[in-house]
């Protein structure tokens, strides 16, 4: 099977396919795909926020075309299972929905949005985050991240979590691959 990098501009919101919901551990998953392959999408550099091992958050400040392609996919899910009524079908109740992009507001006071990431840096190795500088030479050194820098992201959406434990609905997400520009400051 070939994967194929979706881009802000050819990625298009129709052509996605949420398969038959399945009871896995408690929680509704219905799996995510495009002709069926995964929906993977390429983010253009983003700068960092904050990093840890579990999530990465991106700013989307003063990026428009990164915010509408998410608010349009979040939409899409939301219309989705309205459409499809499945809050009754599956006696889903109080449930809210998670959005990607969330407001964060920096030591300066200024709030801006920002793009919300599950990483994975423990799991299983073929499903492990990668983090990469040029010419593919891995980081080892985390704090790296810590400082200013940019990345390009291969971000892959799974499925659509029905979470019974939290009462939440979300996109589940894992960054694949971040491929990490140190900024240096300007003299």
């Known amino acids: 099977m070939s994967i194929k990098l979706l881009h802000q501009n050819t990625f298009n919101i129709k ?12 929680n509704l998953i219905g799996d995510l795909s495009i002709t069926s392959n995964p ?18 958050l991106l700013s989307l400040k003063n990026n428009k075309e990164y915010k509408k392609l998410f608010d349009d996919l979040d939409n899409f899910i939301i219309s989705y299972i309205h ?11 109080k449930f809210n929905y998670t959005p990607f992009i969330n407001s964060y507001t920096n030591l300066q006071g200024e709030t801006f949005d920002v793009l919300k990431l599950k ?5 299983p190795e073929e499903f492990r985050t990668i983090l990469f500088y040029r010419y593919g030479q891995p980081i080892e050194n985390l704090d790296v991240m810590k400082g200013d820098v940019l990345v390009k992201t291969v971000l892959e959406c799974l499925n659509i979590t029905f979470d019974n434990n ?17 900024l240096h400051p300007k003299r």
């Open 15 to 26: 052509e996605i396919t949420v398969h038959k919901l399945l009871e896995i551990k408690g």
């Open 166 to 182: 939290n009462k939440n609905i979300y996109i589940d997400n894992c960054v694949r691959q971040l491929k990490v520009k140190c």
């Open 83 to 93: 459409d499809h009524d499945i809050p009754n079908k599956y006696n889903l109740k």
């Open 39 to 56: 929906i993977m999408l390429f983010i253009d550099q983003l700068p960092v926020i904050k990093f840890t091992e579990e999530e990465i």
């Open 119 to 123: 990483l994975n840096l423990l799991g």
